[in-house]
């Protein structure tokens, strides 16, 4: 009896993994290959030719090519396929904004520009205090980023939240400037 019940979870233990084992195959379906980053990659790069001899190309669209490029060797693929992604989006906008086939909605671009000009500037005020928190810079990227491809409302709410960081970050890095050690603590660092 005592036999049967240990064979019995070994079994559903076993009948399970060849499930998993047949259902998902162990490939690289879930992850990037070097091969599609390095398409997308090419594809970034044709379509920042194509801005670039339209005379529209974006300067960050650029940058971006590069950092997917430097992403190849330490095989963040994944990563590198995003910024190709995005410099092909900025690239393309760019183009159909010339063409008309797109509007830059003047409002919402120079809000977008504001916020983010205004986040960078909380980044700045809360990194002079060491109050600059982890993602904020990322996140203005980020608008960067999505205002460059015509994202105008994503943009505004990254830049937001970007801002909103920054200043948070300042609020808590000015809030623990006079913060001390509790008594037990500095009496257990001076033993």
């Known amino acids: 009896m005592m036999s049967a019940r240990m064979t019995l979870p070994k079994r559903s233990t076993d009948l399970i993994l ?9 490939t690289s379906a879930w992850a990037t290959s070097r091969d599609e980053a390095a398409a997308a990659i090419a594809e970034a790069e044709v379509a920042h030719q194509k801005a670039l001899d339209a005379g529209v190309a ?4 650029g940058e971006m090519i590069e950092e997917a490029k430097s992403l190849l060797p330490s095989r963040q693929y994944t990563k590198a396929k995003k910024f190709a992604y995005w410099a092909v989006r ?21 809000q977008a520009e504001a916020l983010i000009a205004a986040a960078e500037e909380a980044r700045k005020k809360a990194a002079s205090v060491g109050g600059e928190w982890r993602d904020t810079a ?19 709410e990254a830049a937001s939240a970007a801002k909103f960081q920054a200043d948070r970050g300042y ?21």
Do not use: W
């Open 18 to 26: 060849i499930l998993l084992l047949v259902a998902v195959p162990a």
């Open 58 to 61: 974006d300067s960050q669209a």
């Open 90 to 110: 900025q690239s393309e906008f760019a183009l159909q904004v010339q063409a008309g086939e797109a509007v830059v909605e003047e409002d919402k671009s120079t």
């Open 138 to 156: 990322k996140m203005i990227k980020t608008a960067q980023t999505l205002a460059g491809a015509g994202e105008f409302d994503k943009a505004i």
């Open 171 to 191: 609020e808590q890095a000015m809030a623990e400037k006079g913060a001390d050690f509790p008594d037990y603590v500095r009496a257990a660092v001076e033993k």
